[in-house]
């Protein structure tokens, strides 16, 4: 079956860390994106891509980073520059030329800070 | 900007009665899409309903539709016959099509509905 898969579901950081958030997908969709969510602030975007080798900036991007080498994998980089990085992170793809499909979600991971 | 309010943070229904979440929003554009998801205690986002600006007709999906009222740029979501299986946080989205590189859709900050049985 086609679908986002996000891994892992569980992620501890230590204070200076970078971590590595996975993302992919075999739905054959041009768009990625990464949203954080924190409680009572909905979903907030931190990057997107739509086409490989190039990805714009979110609302959030400071204290990230992603690649965009093959169009099924969309890997998000939490460095140590994220001041507060304890929330759950979302990823989602999208065809593009039309908006009436919205997003395919991942399960999320939850990255907390020890 | 376009924008996205959920005026209710929370809400709460008896089982198999109805309810309904508000969603307005903000937007100079004429054509977009509007949308409900449901994100249950799994965290897994769910594609509820969607609606197309241009077309008057309220979407319908089984036990849910919605009250779109473009020139007010209101967006509720009703549910019917309420489950438990329906407690869950609820999102309202808008998308615009892809007229320039910036295609996003943007999120409200969600209502919590509780379902009492």
């Known amino acids: 079956d086609g679908g986002i898969t996000q891994s892992p579901k569980y992620l501890f950081r230590k204070e200076g860390q970078n971590v590595t958030l996975s993302c992919e997908q075999n739905l054959n969709h041009d768009a990625m994106y990464w949203y954080r969510q924190d409680p009572g602030q909905g979903l907030r975007l931190i990057y997107y891509s739509q086409i490989v080798n190039d990805f714009q900036k979110g609302d959030i991007a400071e204290g990230y980073s992603v690649s965009r080498e093959k169009k099924e994998s969309f890997p998000l980089t939490v460095t140590s520059a994220q001041k507060n990085p304890t929330a759950f992170y979302l990823c989602?793809?999208?065809?593009?030329?039309?908006?009436?499909?919205?997003?395919?979600f991942g399960s999320g991971t939850r990255l907390t800070v020890v | 900007a376009q924008t996205v309010t959920q005026s209710q943070p929370e809400m709460s229904v008896q089982e198999a009665e109805t309810v309904t979440l508000s969603c307005t929003y903000d937007t100079s554009e004429s054509d977009y899409y509007l949308f409900w998801y449901k994100q249950p205690p799994s965290r897994q986002m769910i594609l509820v309903i969607r609606?197309?600006?241009?077309?008057?007709q309220n979407a319908t999906e089984n036990r849910f539709s919605v009250n779109f009222q473009k020139a007010a740029k209101s967006f509720s979501l009703k549910i019917s016959d309420s489950q438990l299986g329906d407690a869950a946080m609820y999102f309202c989205a808008y998308r615009i099509p892809l007229k320039t590189s910036y295609d996003k859709v943007i999120f409200g900050p969600g209502t919590s509905l509780s379902v009492i049985p």
């Open positions: 989602a793809s999208s065809r593009l030329g039309t908006g009436i499909y919205g997003y395919t």
């Open positions: 609606q197309e600006a241009y077309k008057q």
